[in-house]
């Protein structure tokens, strides 16, 4: 049974900083490229960022370049979205999900290409 268990979220205020970790078990986590997705109150699920199998290549939507970062530990089974410089815009419920079919090398930004899902962590940034 895989399950994937985010951890870290939290409340913060704008400028700050949080940690979001994403600790997978049932899978073969380096066989999995990972993403990380966000759903704010009354919007759709939307991509964040997302890491290949190596961790050599990553991808972010336009709006937390700079400031986020995607990492990976496969020895860990664990991937990491470190937020920094948070804006009230980035409230939402965080998700990890895991691509454990597409054989590309470069991670995806579409939702539908991930076919496990965490239950998501709230992180809430005050202005």
């Known amino acids: 049974q895989v399950q994937l268990v985010e951890s870290g979220g939290g409340w913060v205020q704008a400028g700050g900083s949080l940690r979001l970790s994403c600790a997978a078990s049932?899978?073969?986590?380096?066989?999995?490229?990972m993403g990380w997705f966000r759903r704010a109150p009354g919007k759709e699920r939307e991509f964040v960022a997302a890491?290949?199998?190596?961790?050599?290549?990553?991808i972010y939507k336009d709006s937390v370049k700079g400031r986020f970062t995607v990492s990976r530990d496969n020895a860990k089974s664990t991937v990491y979205l470190q937020m920094n410089g948070l804006k009230p815009e980035d409230t939402a419920v965080y998700y990890c999900?895991?691509?454990?079919?597409?054989?590309?090398?470069?991670?995806?930004?579409?939702?539908?290409?991930?076919?496990?899902w965490g239950q998501g962590t709230q992180v809430t940034v005050s202005s």
């Open positions: 049932g899978l073969t986590f380096s066989m999995n490229k």
């Open positions: 999900a895991a691509d454990s079919k597409s054989w590309a090398v470069v991670p995806s930004n579409e939702l539908a290409q991930y076919d496990y």
């Open positions: 890491i290949n199998r190596s961790g050599g290549r990553t």
